[in-house]
C-alpha cells in the first residue's frame, strides 16, 4: 500500500506568495525584541509578546508579529479579539520556552492562548522547549477562532495537550511536529471540539496519550498523512461525559500510520445515557506496525475500572478489532472493507463484537464478526 510521504517539506517562499497579497510597504513588521523581549531564556517576555499583538489586533493594517533566532522565555499570553485587523501573521524563527514550574503560568495552564476572529500563520517553527513536569499545562490553544492556519509548528514536551482546538470554524494545520516521552500522561498531541472545517495535514505527532483526539461537537474533520507513534492512536472520545452532548460527524482519516501505539483508529464513549453521536466516519488507508488494538469501538469505556456502570473488558493481546457497544444503543451501520491484520507477523488475530452490526466487502483478516 502506497502513502504519501508524511515528512514532506513546506518551502517558506510558497507561503510569502500565496499570503502576501500587498506590498511589504503595507505590512506592519513588528519584532517582539523591539517591545523589549529577551532571547536569553530567562527574562520573561511575556508582556513583549502581548504588546505587539495588541499594536497589530487595533490596526487596520496587515501585521507580522516576529520572534527573532534565540531563546525567548514566555510564561502565558492570552492573545484577545475582536480585532480590527484580519491579517496578522506570526513568523517564527526562534524557540519559545516555557517555565519549569507550571504553577507560575496562573490557573488557565495554558501557554498560548488565542480567543479571535483571526487569521495566524505559524511560518516556520515554533518550539515550546520544556523540561518534563506532569502538570496540567497546555502549550498552544485557539477558542472561537476563524480561518486560522498553522503551518511548520513543533511543539515538544508540553506537559499537557499540545495544541487545543475549541469553539473554531476553518482552521488548517500542516507540517506540525509534536514531541513527548511515550510514558507521559495526558500529552494528547492535537485536541479538536465543538469546531468544524478542520484539517490536519502531512505531520508527525508522537507522544504519551492521543495523537489526536476529537471531542463532542467536531464536525467536518480531515486528517491525512499523518505518522502518529507513540501514543495513544486517534480516538473519537471519549464522549458521554454528559447527558447534553453534541454529536461528532464527517470524520475522514486517511493515509495514516500508526507505528508502536496503544491503539489505531478508536471510538469510545462512556457507558451512560447521553445525546451524543458519532456519524459518518471513514478510516482509509490506514498502516499499523506493532499496535495493540488496532480499530476499537468502546461504548463501555472505563480507563480506571472504577465506578463503570457494568461494563465489561476485552482482553488485547490477539484482538484486532474490537467493537464492544451498548445493549440499550448497539452500533449499526459499520461497514468494514479490505482489513488485513496479523498478530505477531501471524494470521492469528482475532475479532470481538458485542452489540454491533455491520456488513464486509473484500478480504477481511482476522474474520469478521459482524
Not at 507550571?102 to 495554558?110: F, P
Not at 504519551?208 to 505518522?227: F, K, M, R
Not at 472493507?337 to 470481538?352: C, G, H, Q, T
Amino acid at each position: 500500500m502506497k502513502i504519501n510521504n508524511p515528512f514532506s517539506s513546506i518551502l517558506l517562499i510558497s507561503f510569502f506568495s500565496i499570503f502576501f497579497t500587498k506590498s511589504i510597504a503595507d505590512v506592519m513588521f513588528l519584532n517582539v525584541v523591539n517591545f523589549g523581549a529577551k532571547s536569553d531564556s530567562k527574562t520573561d517576555s511575556s508582556y513583549a509578546f502581548s504588546s505587539a499583538w495588541d499594536l497589530a489586533c487595533n490596526s487596520s493594517k496587515s501585521s507580522t508579529i516576529y520572534i527573532p533566532k534565540g531563546n525567548f522565555l514566555v510564561k502565558q499570553v492570552y492573545f484577545k479579539g475582536k480585532c480590527n485587523n484580519n491579517a496578522i501573521i506570526f513568523r517564527i524563527d526562534g524557540t519559545i520556552v516555557a517555565p519549569f514550574d507550571y504553577n507560575v503560568i496562573g490557573n488557565e495552564k495554558i501557554g498560548f492562548y488565542f480567543k479571535v476572529l483571526m487569521v495566524f500563520q505559524f511560518l516556520v517553527v515554533i518550539l515550546m522547549d520544556k523540561d518534563l513536569v506532569y502538570g496540567l499545562a497546555k502549550t498552544l490553544g485557539f477558542s472561537n477562532s476563524n480561518n486560522v492556519s498553522i503551518t511548520g509548528l513543533t511543539s515538544l514536551n508540553s506537559q499537557m495537550f499540545h495544541i487545543v482546538i475549541n469553539g473554531c470554524k476553518s482552521v488548517k494545520m500542516q507540517g506540525v511536529k509534536v514531541y513527548a516521552p511515550g510514558e507521559s500522561p495526558n500529552t494528547d498531541g492535537i485536541h479538536v471540539q465543538l469546531s468544524s472545517e478542520i484539517s490536519i495535514l502531512n505531520s508527525i505527532i508522537s507522544t504519551g496519550d492521543d495523537c489526536i483526539s476529537i471531542g463532542p461537537g467536531t464536525t467536518n474533520l480531515w486528517i491525512q498523512n499523518v505518522a502518529c507513534g507513540p501514543g495513544h492512536g486517534i480516538s473519537i472520545g471519549s464522549l458521554a461525559k454528559d447527558f447534553e452532548e453534541a454529536g461528532v460527524q464527517n470524520v475522514t482519516v486517511k493515509s495514516v500510520m500508526f507505528m508502536n501505539t496503544q491503539n489505531g483508529v478508536r471510538i469510545k464513549t462512556w457507558g451512560r445515557p447521553s445525546t451524543g453521536f458519532v456519524n459518518n466516519v471513514l478510516f482509509q488507508h490506514v498502516t499499523m506496525i506493532d499496535v495493540q488494538n488496532p480499530i476499537v469501538i468502546d461504548q463501555n469505556y472505563c480507563p480506571y475500572n472504577k465506578n463503570c456502570p457494568g461494563q465489561s473488558r476485552v482482553s488485547a493481546t490477539r484482538v484486532a478489532m474490537k467493537f464492544d457497544c451498548s445493549k440499550r444503543n448497539p452500533c449499526k451501520g459499520i461497514k468494514l472493507e479490505d482489513v488485513n491484520l496479523s498478530y505477531k507477523n501471524e494470521p492469528a488475530a482475532e475479532a470481538s463484537c458485542a452489540n454491533v452490526a455491520g456488513t464486509t466487502t473484500g478480504v477481511i483478516q482476522p474474520t469478521s464478526c459482524l
